[in-house]
């Protein structure tokens, strides 16, 4: 397990940060980042289904997801046992793998876990190949953020990516650094929660980088997206 608790003090508003069940290209190990993306596998259908009960206690105002299918229909049970509708937003998606896309090889991987740890280490103006640089990267997923701390909610649901959740929480996390997010990694159905705001910060509260449902839910085949010992 690598569920770390406790690490940041209440206040401010609540993100239930979650990356998307498992996919086919997940199994394979490819980096599949384009719209619309690969469906859940049976197995990331049951991971899914595991979340409403891993999250009674907690509030939920809204939950969103990114524009990939695999991100809605790991929102969709949450949303319908919440009673609200999976809302939509093309900023939560998967970093782009530009030139790599769909190749799962040692060294298109590599490329991509580099530049997302070059993010997130402060050097925004590296550009994956074919792809996006840091800037825009971050500016997209912060705007939705932004969005959120403007509506009035106290706590949401986020539903998206391994690479993007890791990375933004590396640059944008008061209280863990490179060091952390790249011996922490996030499986599929791996659960984030941050408190806080985007002037003082966002405090991890709690990572659990494994399957929330329990151990028979969680495998290591779950893409390049959680990789350790690639050096993210």
């Known amino acids: ?12 508003m609540r993100l239930i940060l979650i990356r998307h069940g498992q996919t086919s290209s997940n199994v394979a190990g490819l980096l599949d980042t384009a719209i619309p993306g690969a469906v859940l ?12 009960k891993a999250l009674v206690g907690e509030r939920i105002d809204a939950v969103y997801a990114s524009t990939a299918v ?3 229909q790991t929102a969709a049970p949450v949303a319908e046992v919440s009673g609200l509708p999976v809302i939509v937003r093309d900023g939560l998606r998967e970093i782009s793998a530009g030139d790599n896309e769909m190749l799962g090889s040692p060294e298109a991987v590599q490329v991509y876990i580099d530049t997302i740890v070059a993010w997130a280490m402060g050097d925004l103006d590296t550009r994956m190949p074919g792809g996006e640089n840091g800037h825009e990267v971050f500016a997209r997923f ?6 959120l701390e403007g509506s009035g909610l106290e706590s949401v649901v986020v539903v998206s ?14 209280n863990v650094d490179g060091h952390f997010i790249g011996t922490h990694p ?20 709690t990572w659990t980088g494994d399957a929330v449902g329990g151990p028979e839910l969680t495998t290591e085949a779950d893409g390049p997206a959680a990789a350790v ?3 993210f």
């Open 161 to 174: 990516h391994g690479a993007m959740l890791r990375s933004w929480l590396g640059l944008r996390g008061a």
């Open 70 to 72: 695999r991100a809605q």
């Open 142 to 147: 912060d705007a939705v953020i932004e969005e």
């Open 186 to 205: 996030i499986t599929n159905t791996g659960v984030i929660i941050v408190d806080g705001d985007t002037t003082t910060g966002w405090r991890v509260d």
């Open 41 to 52: 596998t049976d197995l990331g259908e049951t991971q899914a289904a595991a979340l409403p």
């Open 1 to 12: 397990m690598t569920a770390v608790r406790s690490l940041a003090y209440p206040g401010g």
């Open 229 to 231: 010992e690639r050096g």
